[in-house]
Nanobody, 121 residues
Framework: QADLVESGGGLVQAGGSLRLSCAVS????????MAWYRQAAGKQRELVAR???????NYADSVKGRFTISRDNGKNTVDLQMNSLKPEDTAVYYC???????????????WGQGTQVTVSS
């Protein structure tokens, strides 16, 4: 079983909404933060939103006020609610986790396989 599994992508018209969900394997220990990244065709992967264990969130300027990241520790999921979608939001969206190892005092990165979001004009 993959450590991070995304779902909820698809095709939506501009102005519409989608909700992405990431199921987090309980085999990942000591998660410090969770995030959503995206990568549009021909562009570098970029941070969309991040949430820390303390609940602190930060967003890319391009999505502030439109996207909301949330975490359900009971269900071990992290979601991204995307409203007022624009064609420029079209990308593959990736779930990301940072885990801290108390064994070697290092951070480890985990990635999901990605889910396509396409916004038509």
């Amino acid at each position: 079983q993959a450590d991070l599994v995304e779902s909820g992508g698809g095709l939506v018209q501009a102005g519409g909404s989608l909700r992405l969900s990431c199921a987090v394997s309980r085999s990942i220990p000591s998660i410090k933060s969770m995030a959503w990244y995206r990568q549009a065709a021909g562009k570098q992967r970029e941070l969309v939103a991040r949430i820390t264990n303390a609940g602190t969130t930060n967003y890319a300027d391009s999505v502030k006020g439109r996207f909301t990241i949330s975490r359900d520790n009971g269900k071990n999921t992290v979601d991204l609610q995307m409203n007022s979608l624009k064609p420029e939001d079209t990308a593959v969206y990736y779930c990301h986790a940072v885990s801290f190892s108390s064994y070697d005092l290092s951070d480890y990165n985990y990635w999901g396989q990605g889910t396509q979001v396409t916004v038509s004009s």
